[in-house]
């Protein structure tokens, strides 16, 4: 078996198991990305234009997302104080508790995922991890606008 299939079937696994632990506590796995997003934040909020930029998805898309959590009552629409332009998604106090729940037990399953190794092997794997995810994104940084490795310029 090649190394990028067994790298498919490790993000397949891994997806299967964090979408079946996030339909627990009623929620899509982008959605728990914004929740975990805003909550890194001192503040607990942002603009809705910064989301889509960072989660690189359209305007409609990150919309329905910050409308589905709303009506969940995991956070609140907001217009922004000077610019009635601007929107802002805050995240709630029930928001900021799911949020955390859902991160305790996705670490628990990434805790089962390494199970039976060493720590000094789990940091080899993380690094090499790193080393194969940085020779990806090399490639993709290589190639130019129509997917052909780029020349020395």
């Not at 909020?45 to 589905?68: D, N, P, S, W, Y």
């Amino acid at each position: 078996m090649s190394l990028g299939w067994k790298l498919k079937q490790i993000h397949e696994a891994i997806q299967r198991q964090a979408n079946s632990d996030l339909q627990e506590m009623d929620l899509t796995l982008s959605q728990h990305h914004a929740l975990l997003y805003l909550s890194a934040r001192e503040d607990h909020t942002a603009e809705l234009k910064e989301l889509e930029r960072h989660f690189c998805v359209a305007q409609a898309t990150m919309a329905g997302i910050a409308q589905r959590l709303e009506s969940k009552g995991y956070v609140e629409a907001l217009q922004h104080p000077t610019d009635k332009r601007i929107k802002l998604i805050r995240l709630t106090e029930q928001g900021l508790v799911l949020s955390r729940r859902a991160v305790d037990k996705l670490k628990a399953h990434g805790a089962q995922m390494v199970a039976g190794l060493t720590d000094a092997e789990q940091a080899e794997l993380e690094r090499l991890l790193g080393v194969v995810y940085r020779n990806l994104q090399d490639e993709e940084s290589s190639k130019d606008p129509e997917g052909e490795r780029s020349r020395d310029r």
